[in-house]
């Protein structure tokens, strides 16, 4: 350790990889593990794009000290950008729909982001819209991430999820099971997956439905799609059902003491599927994040 102590950019990543034991009375042959990413400092894996992309730009000298970085998102990637600006001396500007929740709004504003409210009824679309309106305006006065678009949110994962899940399982890693938002964490682990091992199988997972409640999923096919996404890489696609998921997380929490967000409980659910078509295997899959950020939604509020 360096004198005088670690940056809390430094704690982004190389987070532990847990045994999950849920199935293991049903599938004693199979392994699963999670790699538990609310240790990561912002309390999720956002941190890691957000970090990449932001010292992608850096690098390539977009992003300076007179811009302003600016994005259009109410979630982890918001709550990331407005931890890692604070620590980095960067101004952040986040614009929300004037709907999101009291706990977000309040989580960016602690770090000191500035938050621009959008019309609500025009949910996040109309975020979106801003954004690139007030691009537009001022064009030097910004860096924009656009974590959709950007090569280095893949590469957070390449670089980093999937280097240390190999490192974690002593390469034993046999199937890659994570759910899609903008598809960094799934394109960039498994692509360094199956660049070690191409027998590794991925499964990709979003929610069954466009109308759903696995917050920082998304439903593709009624969806913009990400550019970054990269079909090629899943063996498999499975549709998770909102309720269903949930009852897993639930699960989870009350039988290992591990609390996780809704998009874990559907990554549970494919892995469940996934189980009973497998006889023996190493299954790895991403925890997004912790469940403490969505007790206002009533997650954890039923038995
Ligand atoms: C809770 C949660 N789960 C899953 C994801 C999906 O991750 P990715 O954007 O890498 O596809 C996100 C991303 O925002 C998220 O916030």
Same mark, same amino acid.
């Given at each position: 350790?360096?004198?005088?102590?670690?940056?809390?950019?430094?704690?982004?990543?190389?987070?532990?990889?847990?045994?999950?034991?849920?199935?293991? *009375?049903?599938?004693?042959?199979?392994?699963?593990?999670?790699?538990?990413?609310?240790?990561?400092?912002?309390?999720?894996?956002?941190?890691?794009?957000?970090?990449?992309?932001? *010292?992608?730009?850096?690098?390539?000298?977009?992003?300076?000290?007179?811009?302003?970085?600016?994005?259009?998102?109410?979630?982890?990637?918001?709550?990331?950008?407005? +931890?890692?600006?604070?620590?980095?001396?960067?101004?952040?500007?986040?614009?929300?729909?004037?709907?999101v929740s009291d706990e977000r709004k309040q989580?960016?504003?602690?770090?000191?982001?500035?938050?621009?409210?959008?019309?609500?009824?025009?949910?996040?679309?109309?975020?979106?819209?801003?954004?690139? *309106?007030?691009?537009?305006?001022?064009?030097?006065?910004?860096?924009?991430?656009?974590?959709?678009?950007?090569?280095?949110?893949? +590469?957070? %994962?390449?670089?980093?999820?999937?280097?240390?899940?190999?490192?974690?399982?002593?390469?034993?890693?046999? %199937?890659?099971?994570?759910?899609?938002?903008?598809?960094?964490?799934?394109?960039?682990?498994?692509?360094?997956?199956?660049? %070690?091992?191409?027998?590794?199988?991925?499964?990709?997972?979003?929610?069954?439905?466009?109308?759903?409640?696995?917050?920082?999923?998304?439903?593709?096919?009624?969806?913009?799609?990400?550019?970054?996404?990269?079909?090629?890489?899943?063996?498999?696609?499975?549709?998770?059902?909102? *309720?269903?998921?949930?009852?897993?997380?639930?699960? +989870?929490?009350?039988?290992?003491?591990?609390?996780?967000g809704h998009s874990c409980g559907a990554v549970?659910?494919?892995?469940?599927?996934?189980?009973?078509?497998?006889?023996?295997?190493?299954?790895?899959?991403?925890?997004?994040?912790?469940?403490?950020?969505?007790?206002?939604?009533?997650?954890?509020?039923?038995?």
């Amino acid at each position: 350790m360096p004198a005088g102590g670690r940056t809390i950019t430094e704690l982004v990543g190389n987070t532990p990889l847990l045994r999950i034991h849920l199935f293991e *009375e049903r599938f004693p042959d199979v392994e699963v593990y999670a790699k538990a990413e609310w240790f990561n400092p912002g309390g999720s894996v956002k941190d890691r794009a957000a970090l990449a992309m932001i *010292e992608d730009g850096e690098r390539r000298g977009l992003l300076t000290h007179d811009r302003v970085i600016v994005d259009s998102t109410s979630g982890n990637t918001g709550i990331a950008y407005a +931890l890692l600006g604070a620590a980095k001396g960067y101004r952040v500007r986040l614009v929300m729909p004037s709907n999101v929740s009291d706990e977000r709004k309040q989580l960016v504003a602690a770090y000191g982001a500035e938050v621009v409210f959008s019309d609500g009824m025009e949910g996040s679309d109309g975020a979106i819209r801003m954004v690139r *309106e007030m691009i537009a305006a001022e064009p030097d006065c910004y860096f924009y991430p656009d974590q959709y678009n950007n090569p280095a949110n893949a +590469l957070a %994962h390449y670089n980093g999820t999937g280097r240390e899940i190999l490192q974690q399982t002593g390469g034993r890693v046999t %199937h890659f099971v994570a759910g899609l938002g903008t598809t960094g964490s799934f394109v960039g682990t498994a692509r360094r997956l199956k660049e %070690h091992d191409p027998t590794i199988q991925a499964i990709a997972v979003q929610p069954d439905d466009a109308f759903h409640g696995l917050e920082g999923l998304k439903h593709l096919p009624t969806s913009i799609v990400p550019g970054i996404w990269d079909p090629a890489l899943a063996d498999e696609n499975l549709g998770a059902p909102t *309720e269903p998921s949930y009852v897993l997380a639930r699960r +989870l929490a009350r039988s290992e003491g591990i609390l996780v967000g809704h998009s874990c409980g559907a990554v549970l659910w494919a892995i469940e599927k996934l189980a009973a078509t497998i006889e023996r295997g190493v299954v790895v899959t991403i925890f997004p994040d912790g469940g403490d950020r969505y007790l206002s939604t009533g997650l954890y509020r039923r038995a």
